[in-house]
């Protein structure tokens, strides 16, 4: 006991000592200014990232998708990227389509705003579903019944999103903002955008937005 106070006295009276004579806020401030100035180069060259011209911002109905995705919290349960690890490129790069170095790059997400990365997989990472499973009709009953495309699944059903309009105004209102801040989306994509989403559903979306995840970066 004696010894733990004695500690505890020695340790009590550094810390007077210290914040007493401000050297505490002193050394938090260079730790502080050390931290940025480390910080401050990559941030200066994330304009830098380049990649491959296929890489194309996603359509009006992908767009209104993607909204759909965040708006029903699919990222708290779907993480969207590969890591550098062989059993988790093995696992998601099943069908070996992009390349020796299967894993996320910078570059795949120059049009994420944003990012969706996620950190937990209650279900399966989807960053690369077009080359999992590109097959619209079971994505679109998988949305509707889980249970029924893959029993034992704990996802919740989304029959509504198949009934429920998509709000074309307000998608080409998102579409004017990416461009300012860099997606190069041209008067005439934000026109076409009445004519793909005409008679589409949130559920149609969201499906088209799924058949878009790894598409652009597969090897052709």
Request: include cysteine.
């Amino acid at each position: 006991m004696n010894h733990e106070n004695q500690d505890l006295k020695w340790y009590e009276k550094l810390s007077h000592k210290i914040e007493d004579k401000m050297q505490f806020f002193i050394w938090v401030f260079i730790a502080a200014l050390i931290g940025g100035l480390i910080e401050i180069p990559p941030f200066f060259l994330m304009g830098e990232v380049k990649g491959p011209v296929s890489i194309t911002p996603y359509n009006a109905l992908e767009l209104a998708g993607r909204d759909v995705y965040q708006a029903e919290g699919c990222f708290y349960c779907h993480t969207q990227m590969i890591r550098p690890f062989k059993w988790e490129t093995d696992r998601w790069d099943r069908n070996r389509e992009y390349g020796p170095e299967p894993y996320s790059k910078a570059y795949e997400y120059v049009y994420e705003h944003p990012f969706l990365w996620g950190s937990k997989r209650t279900g399966p990472d989807l960053w690369h579903e077009n080359s999992l499973n590109n097959n619209a009709s079971w994505h679109k009953q998988h949305l509707i019944n889980p249970q029924e495309t893959t029993p034992g699944s704990i996802m919740p059903k989304y029959p509504h999103l198949f009934e429920e309009p998509i709000d074309i105004e307000q998608i080409k209102a998102n579409m004017r903002a990416l461009q300012k801040i860099g997606v190069p989306y041209t008067e005439d994509d934000i026109a076409k955008a009445d004519e793909l989403l005409k008679g589409k559903t949130k559920g149609d979306a969201l499906v088209a937005y799924l058949l878009k995840l790894g598409r652009d970066t597969k090897q052709k």
